[in-house]
């Protein structure tokens, strides 16, 4: 039956919601009564108890002493005896159910409201707004690419190098790559009589640190237990906390999948951000271990915080944010950085992670792990990251040392032959923002856009695989400003769509500027301003100058000069203690960290 | 039962302190008490403002009705009294006994109506001595059905002291005045009272505000009073001051409205106090079918202070604002959080 409404503009700007309500109960056969928005409150309630409304829907935004003003009209309603035969509901942005019951309304309708849920409420129908799940499915980041490269004169080079590496790597082992063995029977014991003597083993190739936090609980600083009592807590949160109105980022399927990292130090913390981060729509996150865990021989085990930066990876810890997490939301473990890197990898794909953070080269150079050791250790991280069908993504920070960007994406094109030799899947992950040597040398002068498309354009031209610019995009053009931050994240974003890349690694407008554990508004801030610029640029594009075409050619010829440079060498290793793929005078290092501790089997 | 409503004359003007300081007193006397309130009340930061607000704690044995969602988010442990038919944006209200004390929001009846509703049911189905009606931002409509009001004030309203007190001696004013005399009055329908043959009839009254002769033409200077059911505004009043002067020349007469709100809601309160000394000049008096008490001025220095685009806590001088209400007002000012309040509770109590 239809219902008779009048519908109240007090507000002669913002009333276009009321509009839109309007014309859609107008549509499902309603009649309705639109007022000027310049009456009074007492003109208002006078044309309300003279006619007979089933409804009277309000729209008003709220600034200071509005709620009296709105507290007041509702009296006068009350006292005209309108409340008696019409329902009063209120409509505007910030309107919440409890401000709705302050102000004394029947109803009330908010941003996060829809027109179908007003028109539910109106004809008395119910509507379920709860327990909506994510509603989406898991996507696939690297199926659909064959990895076949284009540019023959690299594939061939990059076929010679990873061919030699290989072959170097045979007969060599170290403890990173027996541990994650040993590992992977620890896991699979039936007891604690199986277990023990292999942790035995274990723990002989183990520094004291993680011994004595495993078999004492010992732990280095900042670092303890979860308490069963927060995990109790955190999993009745995770169990009740269905996203209401979940939002989509992408505005189309040809927009790229948005990550963030996390590694707060606190896995409990990591998982409650997530879970708000998820309802904004975010695709996928990367856990981010402590800088410490690279140094020492073997893992920590258990579910523990860290009070510092970084994410203990223990095995607990990996499968505690996985399960916490929606099962569309894709979960990426970083294991290249220093002496755990295939263990880490079999930990996150016996957790149930979706991809591993794996770059032999970036992990020598920038990330402080001796390059013989890496290149052995990530020999192996592949095999697993292949075993466990887990693609792996290679990003190209070393960058942000001062590597000129050609020598970077040479790196990631040998982690993807690699890869592909291994029966992986890998992706490529070049920097995408302002990077050091890109600021020395002027590449960005004219616009942020030409050379930041031109690392992709390159990358394309080359080879047919995923590409997902990070790490995080925008680095080096925020500032502490959290409106500025949120602009550039979202122009680079609109870039990269522009692009047609797979995904994109964003920060939180105060990454750079915390002074600890970035706060959850501040990730909330990218997000939101991507999805807005998602929608804004939808399928148009970005366009890139003429430059960027000859910056692309530059970058093709410079990377098969690197590749050339490396292939020339016995092998990788010689060639990243050479300085082929970066140097001292870049600001790139070889790491030290394992150094004389592989041996041949 | 008694009930005892909270009204605010704006937002943050120590509504819910007041109510909480007489849930201890209640409680403490041994009381079986009754809690609702009007809007939304006892969450932990302001909906508006996002300052940190006093919260609601409930001893055991206390009756609350408060709606569904509210209940399902408490900490106190609560047995079923009495479902209600009253809906609120947080669900149906319900009528719950504490089992074990804690924090409760209350959101309750937001219309008269629906809180009369619950007065009977909490009447019939827990036997209170005492209901407290806990009030919302300005709202007052609802406690017009209630015996006694504590009027809340503060600088939340206004920074200007003098200005505020002259507001409340208006209020003051406005339920100083007194209950009809006349019965049988049905409110919903405007009459007025003449004498024809040394007799008293009841006639109905056509009130057409918006066509001038109508009144002119109904009253004369035989008409000892009129009732008038609808909501009236200050320049509603005005119109019928003027005509019906006119028509009476120096005869008195009656003017019955429903409730001292009714007044309160008609306008600005610098226009209802030249009204009414208009009123007074064109010698009408001013009666009301039903009107709560008012019993006492509680009052609060503090208000949130918008700088920035931030509202932050700031207050008044409080012994400045305190000696200027106490010397312009007759009813007892009390600040909940100074001084001696005891007097305050026993001017509640003396019934």
């Keep these: ?601 | 039962m008694i009930t005892i409503g909270v009204i605010g004359t704006a937002k943050n003007t120590g509504k819910t302190t007041t109510l909480s300081f007489l849930m201890k007193g209640f409680h403490n006397s041994g009381s079986n008490l009754a809690v609702t309130g009007i809007g939304y009340d006892g969450e932990e930061v302001d909906n508006i403002t996002l300052l940190p607000k006093p919260r609601l704690y409930f001893e055991k044995d206390t009756i609350i009705a408060t709606s569904e969602q509210c209940l399902k988010n408490s900490e106190a442990n609560y047995e079923l009294i009495a479902e209600t038919s009253v809906d609120t944006p947080l669900g149906k209200v319900f009528i719950v006994r504490i089992t074990k004390p804690g924090m409760i929001v209350l959101a309750g009846p937001n219309r008269m109506v629906a809180l009369k509703e619950i007065i009977e049911l909490i009447k019939t189905e827990a036997g209170c001595d005492v209901l407290l009606v806990d009030g919302s931002l300005n709202r007052m409509s609802p406690m017009t059905i209630l015996d006694k009001l504590v009027f809340t004030t503060g600088a939340s309203r206004s920074v200007n002291i003098k200005k505020l007190a002259n507001e409340m001696l208006l209020i003051e004013k406005i339920f100083s005045f007194p209950l009809t005399n006349y019965t049988n009055i049905d409110p919903n329908i405007s009459f007025f009272f003449k004498v024809e043959n040394g007799k008293t009839i009841i006639k109905k009254l056509h009130l057409d505000l918006n066509n001038s002769p109508a009144i002119e033409t109904q009253i004369s200077n035989d008409v000892k009073a009129l009732y008038i059911s609808s909501l009236l505004s200050v320049q509603d009043f005005n119109d019928i001051i003027k005509k019906i002067k006119k028509n009476i020349g120096e005869s008195k007469v009656e003017l019955i409205i429903h409730s001292p709100i009714m007044l309160l809601l008609s306008g600005d309160f610098s226009l209802i106090s030249i009204m009414l000394e208009r009123m007074s000049y064109a010698g009408i008096n001013l009666t009301y079918l039903q009107k709560p008490e008012l019993s006492a001025v509680t009052i609060n220095p503090f208000y949130p202070k918008l700088e920035n685009y931030h509202y932050t806590p700031s207050y008044v001088d409080k012994e400045a604002f305190e000696s200027e209400m106490v010397s312009v007002l007759e009813s007892p000012v009390y600040n909940i959080k100074e001084g001696d309040n005891q007097k305050f509770f026993e001017a509640l109590t003396d019934y």
């Design chain 1, 1 to 601: 039956m239809p219902k008779r409404i009048l519908c109240v503009p007090f507000d002669p700007v913002h009333d276009v919601g009321i509009k839109i309500i309007r014309s859609e109960l107008d549509k499902h056969g309603h009649n309705t009564v639109l007022l000027s928005p310049d009456l009074t409150p007492e003109a208002v309630v006078k044309i309300a108890a003279e006619g007979e409304y089933d409804f009277i829907l309000v729209s008003r935004t709220l600034g200071y002493g509005v709620a009296e003003l709105l507290a007041r009209f509702v009296d006068l309603l009350d006292v005209a005896g309108v409340r008696e035969k019409s329902k009063v509901v209120i409509g505007g942005k910030p309107i919440t159910p409890e401000l709705a019951a302050e102000l004394g309304f029947d109803k009330g309708f908010g941003e996060h409201s829809t027109i179908d849920e007003v028109v539910a409420y109106i004809e008395g129908r119910e509507i379920s707004v709860t327990a909506t799940g994510l509603n989406r499915t898991k996507k696939d980041i690297a199926s659909k690419y064959d990895y076949e490269f284009k540019n023959k004169e690299i594939g061939r080079l990059l076929d010679s190098i990873t061919d030699k590496l290989l072959k170097w790597a045979e007969d060599k082992t170290s403890p990173g790559v027996e541990r994650a063995k040993i590992q992977a029977e620890i896991l699979a014991a039936g007891n604690d009589q199986q277990r023990k003597p292999l942790l035995d083993k274990y723990y002989a190739l183990c520094d004291d640190v993680i011994i004595n936090g495993n078999s004492k609980k010992v732990f280095t600083k900042g670092v303890r237990e979860v308490s069963e009592k927060e995990l109790h807590n955190l999993n009745n949160f995770v169990h009740d906390s269905h996203p209401i109105n979940p939002v989509k980022i992408q505005y189309n399927d040809g927009q790229p999948l948005l990550f963030k990292f996390l590694g707060s130090g606190c896995p409990l913390m990591d998982i409650m951000h997530a879970k708000v981060c998820e309802r904004y729509g975010i695709d996928g996150f990367l856990l981010i271990n402590p800088s410490w865990e690279a140094r020492y021989e073997g893992l920590l085990q258990g579910c523990l915080a860290h009070e510092n930066d970084g994410t203990i990876t223990s095995f607990e810890n990996i499968r505690l944010m996985k399960q916490s997490l929606d099962p569309s939301t894709l979960l990426t473990v970083r294991a290249h950085r220093g002496l755990n890197t295939p263990e880490t990898v079999l930990l996150a794909g016996e957790a149930g992670a979706n991809l591993a953070k794996i770059n032999l080269v970036y992990g020598s150079l920038g990330a402080g792990t001796d390059p013989v050791r890496l290149a052995v250790d990530g020999i192996e991280a592949i095999r697993l990251a292949a075993k466990y069908k887990m693609p792996f993504d290679i990003p190209g920070n070393d960058e942000l040392s001062g590597v000129p960007a050609w020598k970077s994406l040479a790196g990631l094109l040998i982690n993807v032959m690699l890869g592909v030799k291994l029966g992986a899947q890998p992706i490529l992950k070049p920097l995408f923002c302002y990077g050091p040597h890109i600021v020395i040398n002027g590449m960005m002068s004219q616009n942020f856009i030409d050379y930041n498309a031109a690392k992709i354009l390159a990358l394309k031209e080359i080879v047919n695989s995923p590409i997902w610019p990070g790490e995080p995009i925008a680095f080096m053009t925020q500032s502490e400003e959290r409106v500025q931050s949120a602009n550039a994240n979202s122009y680079h974003a609109s870039l990269a769509a522009s692009l047609n890349v797979d995904a994109i690694t964003v920060a939180s407008t105060d990454e750079a500027y915390s002074r600890g554990p970035i706060c959850i508004t501040s990730r909330i801030d990218t997000i939101r301003a991507i999805t807005d610029a998602f929608r804004f640029v939808g399928n148009a594009k970005f366009e890139p100058t003429t430059q960027a075409g000859l910056f692309t050619e530059e970058l093709i010829n410079k990377i098969t000069g690197t590749l050339r440079e490396v292939n020339s060498k016995p092998d990788l290793t010689e060639a990243i203690y050479k300085g082929c793929l970066g140097n001292k005078e870049d600001g790139a290092y070889p790491g030290t960290f394992g150094n004389g501790t592989v041996k041949t089997k």
